[in-house]
């Protein structure tokens, strides 16, 4: 990914980023992995599923069953401090030339998020949006669906005008034609594009369940994407592991 976008202004991490967050010997082969890499670009994580482990000195007396964000999250990344109090650097947001990124924590309950995220969007003066989060909007791994974030999120995605959501978590690939209301819609009206991918070897196979909405899907191929954008003009291409170009689009307003 370096080598083939070296001026990158900052890396978007779409969670699970080790198998276990409370083990730090993973987290130093990240930044090892990683090299001089994040020392000079920076990285805007999102957690994934993998964030969330059972506290080890978590009283007995409490639910065994509670998960909590990792204690190693914060001491490895500073990150906006303007999302939810209770959800600090794992939901915020930015501006980047003329870019609002939003970023979700989807393994949190979305009750506190959803009233944010309206704010967050109305009052976004940019004039391109993406959203980034680990869990899908249409799940593309094989025996997966979250319902209950498709039915909170699509409507206030919808109403915005999001025009691209960046998501992993299922380990395969799959990009979607523009949407509104969960149905495709011509180029040139309002939309919103979802992609799911992933970067590293685990692969799990195709979710055939949302095959009617992808303009794109992929399966045991290991990827990662370019996005840039030029005023009015938004260039999207993922590429394999290798540098080979897998897939691309492109918006414009």
């Not at 007995?60 to 303007?82: C, G, M, R, V």
């Not at 967050?120 to 974030?149: A, F």
Request: contains cysteine; charged residues 25%.
């Amino acid at each position: 990914a370096y080598k083939t976008v070296p001026g990158a202004s900052f890396w978007i991490l779409a969670g699970d980023l080790t198998t276990e967050p409370t083990l730090d010997s993973l987290w130093a082969e990240l930044f090892y992995a990683g090299g001089f890499i994040p020392r000079g670009t920076p990285f805007m994580p999102v957690p994934g599923n993998h964030e969330y482990r059972k506290n080890p000195k978590m009283d007995s007396k409490q639910d065994s069953k509670k998960k909590s964000i990792t204690p190693l999250w914060q001491p490895h990344f500073t990150l906006p401090e303007n999302g939810i109090p209770s959800l600090k650097e794992t939901s915020y947001f930015f501006d980047y030339q003329d870019v609002r990124f939003i970023m979700l924590n989807g393994t949190e309950d979305f009750t506190g998020q959803i009233p944010w995220l309206e704010k967050v969007l109305s009052e976004n003066k940019c004039k391109w949006t993406v959203v980034t989060m680990h869990q899908p909007v249409y799940s593309m791994g094989k025996g997966r669906d979250n319902k209950e974030i498709r039915e909170s999120l699509v409507p206030v995605y919808d109403k915005y005008h999001v025009d691209l959501v960046l998501q992993g978590h299922d380990h395969t690939y799959g990009r979607t034609f523009k949407l509104r209301n969960n149905e495709i819609v011509d180029n040139k009206e309002n939309g919103t594009i979802y992609v799911v991918s992933v970067s590293g070897p685990k692969a799990y196979e195709l979710n055939p369940l949302y095959a009617k909405l992808m303009a794109k899907t992929g399966e045991k191929t290991q990827l990662f994407q370019e996005i840039s954008i030029d005023g009015g003009h938004l260039i999207y291409k993922s590429y394999t592991v290798t540098g080979k170009l897998f897939d691309s689009f492109e918006l414009r307003k």
